[in-house]
Structures are given as C-alpha cells and as structure tokens.
C-alpha cells in the first residue's frame, strides 16, 4: 500500500508547467501544505548549518522529525544539498555587510537618514578637519 502511494505521488509531481503545480497545490489540506512548509523550512535551516536546538527554539520541531530531515538531505538528496549551498554562497556575497546592532546609533542613522542629516553633516566637517 505505502509502495502504491509513493508510486502515486511520484506519477503527480512529475510535471510540467506551472499551471499544473497550482493545481495539485489546490488538492492539497491546509495540514499537509504546512506540514510540507515546516519540512522545507527545517531543511533549509538544517542547510544553513543551525543547530537542532536553534530550529526547535523557532520551530518545535521534535528530535524524530530533525532526525528524519537530516538523513533525508545527506542520503537522498546530496544533489540539492550542493546546488542550494553554492547558490546560497553566491547570494550571501552579493549582501554581504558588516553587522550592525538593531538599536545602535549607527543603525538608526542608517534607518532614518533625514533624522540624523544634522549630525551626519557635522560628523562629515570633523573627518574633514
């Protein structure tokens, strides 16, 4: 029976255009469209070398589960593995910036320029002295 679904689901995901995605899409339950996102979600996380502990804070994710995800990228799926690393390394080097606390000045200054034009010129006058 189990064999017969995975057949099934095989047979439905092999497909074409876009048109058809969103309609199977469509017969999927809200259950398993989140059940499904979770498992993307935890994949790309796991790829994006955090931790069980660090998932589970943001996630709830049970140790079976991350278990189950993390084989499921190593055994089956080395392929995708290495294209979403190489792809992820070339858009972290396209943003690449340094960090900046959320509520330090500096921030703000970047957040809200016209709020700080009076205190951005007169830093500029002192690098110019």
């Known amino acids: 029976m189990k064999k017969d679904i995975d057949e099934l689901a095989l047979q439905a995901f092999e497909i074409a ?15 398993e469209k989140i059940a499904l996102g979770r498992r993307i979600l935890i994949a790309q996380a796991i790829l994006s070398g955090k931790t069980r502990f660090e998932i589970n804070d943001r996630l709830q994710v049970s140790p079976n589960t ?7 990228l190593e055994n089956e799926f080395s392929e995708y593995v290495s294209s979403y690393q190489k792809n992820n390394q070339r858009v972290s080097k396209k943003h690449a910036s340094k960090f900046v606390p959320p509520f330090s000045y500096e921030n703000l200054k970047k957040k809200y320029p016209t709020h700080f034009l009076l205190f951005s010129l007169i830093e500029e006058m002192w690098k110019q002295k």
Do not use: C, S, Y
């Open 66 to 72: 991350f278990a189950q995800m993390n084989r499921w």
């Open 17 to 31: 255009t876009a048109n058809e995605v969103e309609t199977i899409v469509r017969l999927l339950t809200e259950r």
